[in-house]
Nanobody, 122 residues
Framework: QVQLVESGGGLVQAGGSLRLSCAASGSIFNINDMGWYRQAPGKQRELVATITGSGRTNYADSMKGRFTISRDNAKNTVYLQMNSLKPEDTAVYYC????????????????WGQGTQVSVSS
């Protein structure tokens, strides 16, 4: 049993900033990769950013230089700092975590948050 709880979404004007948080809890032995995806209405879910357990990051091209992903392993939490927001960033943002549970310490499973709405006005 693993749950991911997201927070930090909201409404912001273009050029503004938001910081999203996603905390994992439950029967966690270890968390490997973590990251963020987003999905706008009528569109397919797309990658935003990922971060490995050791801190190596990867960003979608449209987010490079504006978004920063980070994590706090002691808190089982991943963050997404979003700066210079644009109206096209409006979407539901979903976090995920690749988790090795206490019951399955070799196998890794992906868990997803419920999503948090980010709306950017022009």
């Amino acid at each position: 049993q693993v749950q991911l709880v997201e927070s930090g979404g909201g409404l912001v004007q273009a050029g503004g900033s938001l910081r999203l948080s996603c905390a994992a809890s439950g029967s966690i032995f270890n968390i490997n990769d973590m990251g963020w995806y987003r999905q706008a209405p009528g569109k397919q879910r797309e990658l935003v950013a990922t971060i490995t357990g050791s801190g190596r990051t990867n960003y979608a091209d449209s987010m490079k230089g504006r978004f920063t992903i980070s994590r706090d392993n002691a808190k089982n939490t991943v963050y997404l700092q979003m700066n210079s927001l644009k109206p096209e960033d409006t979407a539901v943002y979903y976090c995920y975590a690749a988790v090795v549970t206490t019951a399955s310490y070799f196998d890794e499973y992906d868990y997803w948050g419920q999503g948090t709405q980010v709306s950017v006005s022009s």
